[in-house]
């Protein structure tokens, strides 16, 4: 399994935000789709030993599994639909067992310290951040745990929390790159098993 957390420092927790307006008055939900996007889909399919992790303000967390998702489409405003439908749920996560609004996504009352704990007992956790290791210099696991910032970088008390609990941290590229990119780059390092293989 291949998981990738993207931790949203402006987006919102509520479902109340607008489908028309997903990079502005939504909180860059607009990044989040997209995210959702390179995590999950590939050409005519979806990567079905994939998950996506969306840790909104430090309070929910919303995780879209690739292997029972339904109704998944590429384009940002309906994967941002399913997003808002999912947060219209919240209120039925009760402590850490999660509501489950729709076949293959669920909605947990859990920050990143949380969601993070949770995914260590799956696979190792890899911080990706532009000061890592080159990633042609690490193997990458079994069952990798990706953890990356949206637009924004991790804040000290983040920091402090992957400090704790990361097992690498990684850099995929000598240029910063975009969230998504980013997933996007990490699929392809674990495809190709650390660019040796095609």
Do not use: K, W
Not at 36 to 47: F, K, T
Not at 123 to 128: D, E, K, M, V, Y
């Amino acid at each position: 399994m291949r998981q990738f957390v993207v931790v949203a420092h402006e987006a919102p927790t509520t479902p109340e935000f607008s489908l028309s307006a997903l990079g502005s008055d939504a909180g860059r939900m607009d990044l989040l789709a997209r995210c959702l996007n390179a995590g999950l889909l590939a050409s005519h399919g979806i990567r079905e030993d994939a998950r996506v992790h969306l840790v909104l303000g430090d309070e929910y967390t919303v995780s879209v599994d690739g292997g029972s998702v339904r109704n998944l489409h590429p384009d940002e405003r309906s994967i941002a639909a399913l997003v808002r439908n999912a947060l219209e749920s919240r209120e039925d996560a009760i402590g850490h067992q999660p509501a489950e609004p729709s076949p293959g996504i669920e909605v947990y009352r859990m920050g990143l310290s949380a969601t993070v704990d949770r995914l260590a007992t799956e696979g190792s956790i890899i911080a990706l951040h532009e000061d890592g290791t080159p990633a042609d210099e690490v193997e990458p696991p079994a069952n990798p745990v990706f953890v990356l910032s949206d637009h924004r970088d991790f804040t000290d008390a983040e920091r402090e929390t992957l400090a704790d609990a990361t097992d690498v941290r990684l850099r995929l590229s000598p240029t910063t790159l975009h969230a998504d990119h980013a997933i996007t780059v990490a699929h392809h390092y674990c495809d190709t098993d650390a660019y040796d293989a095609f």
